[in-house]
């Protein structure tokens, strides 16, 4: 059974760009989640959907943030206008029935200059 | 608000026991997750605490008090791959996770 996988593993990009990441859960998984670690401090819950629904959303940053989730399968998240804070590791985890046990991707490192 | 405490760095020898400590302070609560990360790799679950008492999964056991907003990871028969750092996760309202701080465990042979 293949994990979560997550594209690109690496983006660097100037401020003021736009960047796009992918996340695919692992089949079968309703339950996909995005976290960010930034340099040195804890991970942080961004949002989580139930298929293609938004179930919370109270941690993504502000307004510059858009994930989707078209027809329940992989998830985007899209950063726009990019901030030189937004630089940081992504993560997406995804699981089935429980939240208690998340299975997480490699993350995408994301370095805005 | 809701927030986790976790050592910075716990450093031990291979074979030795190691126990990484949690406290925590949430709004609401329905049980405490611990996580596994090595350098540039992903957050890998390790075990889940819904109940007080202790969850033991082979070489690693997670204990719960609830009354006390206290968890801890423990680790037997360290081995050098142990090296990484380890997560407490409280989950909370809406099934999302708070992770804390994390702590670095280096095992030194």
């Known amino acids: 059974e293949a994990g979560v996988t997550q594209f690109p593993s690496h983006s660097v990009i100037e401020k003021g760009q736009t960047v796009t990441l992918r996340c695919d859960p692992i089949s079968g998984h309703d339950n996909l989640y995005w976290y960010r670690r930034v340099m040195g401090k804890e991970i942080k819950f961004l949002l989580h959907f139930v298929k293609e629904s938004k179930q919370d959303e109270s941690g993504m940053p502000n307004n510059r943030f858009l994930a989707e989730r078209t027809g329940g399968t992989y998830s985007t998240l899209k950063v726009q206008p990019a901030e030189l804070e937004d630089s940081g590791v992504y993560f997406c985890?995804?699981?089935?029935?429980?939240?208690?046990?998340?299975?997480f991707g490699p993350g995408t490192r994301l370095t805005v200059l | 608000g809701q927030s986790l405490e976790q050592p910075s760095e716990v450093t031990a020898v291979e074979g030795a026991i190691v126990q990484i400590n949690c406290t925590y302070q949430t709004s609401g609560f329905y049980g405490l997750s611990w996580y596994q990360q090595h350098d540039g790799g992903a957050p890998t679950f390790l075990s889940y605490?819904?109940?007080?008492g202790l969850e033991e999964t082979g070489r690693f056991s997670s204990f719960l008090s609830r009354s006390d907003s206290y968890g801890y990871l423990l680790l037997q028969e360290l081995q050098m791959k142990d090296s990484a750092s380890y997560f407490c996760?409280?989950?909370?309202?809406?099934?999302?996770?708070?992770f804390g701080p994390g702590t670095r465990l280096s095992v030194l042979p």
């Open positions: 605490n819904g109940l007080d």
């Open positions: 996760a409280v989950k909370g309202y809406g099934q999302n996770f708070v």
């Open positions: 985890a995804s699981s089935q029935d429980s939240p208690n046990e998340q299975f």
